[in-house]
């Protein structure tokens, strides 16, 4: 069984930068898609960036592009999400999820049509204020 685990969260002033981190145990990422998810209080759940296996193929919400920048090591079973240029709106909730190994699709329908979030971690909470 697949296990994810976030971590970086925090308390970060407006136009500062965050790393978020998803550490998997259970098996090997290397053959899964994964994506970070967020969700503010008393706000649909949007997906934020997603990442292709291989990490060649991202995607990225219109609101976090030219800002965010997703990335995977394999090797240490780990997927990031570097946030920079934070603003008060990225305050949320920010979730790991991967895809089943047998699931085949695109990082778009992953994140926008949200297909195959098969296993999430328990998110780690994101606050932008001065």
């Known amino acids: 069984q697949l296990q994810l685990v976030e971590s970086g969260g925090g308390l970060v002033q407006p136009g500062g930068s965050l790393t978020l981190a998803c550490t998997a145990s259970?098996?090997?990422?290397?053959?899964?898609?994964i994506g970070w998810f967020r969700q503010a209080p008393g706000k649909e759940r949007v997906g934020v960036s997603c990442i292709t296996s291989s990490g060649a193929v991202t995607y990225y919400a219109d609101s976090v592009k030219g800002r965010f920048t997703i990335s995977r090591d394999n090797a240490k079973n780990t997927v990031y999400l570097q946030m920079n240029s934070l603003k008060p709106e990225d305050t949320a909730t920010y979730y790991c999820?991967?895809?089943?190994?047998?699931?085949?699709?695109?990082?778009?329908?992953?994140?926008?049509?949200?297909?195959?979030?098969?296993?999430w971690g328990s998110g780690t909470l994101v606050t932008v204020s001065s």
């Open positions: 999820v991967a895809q089943g190994r047998t699931r085949i699709s695109t990082t778009q329908a992953m994140c926008v049509r949200e297909y195959g979030l098969d296993y």
């Open positions: 259970g098996y090997t990422l290397n053959y899964t898609q």
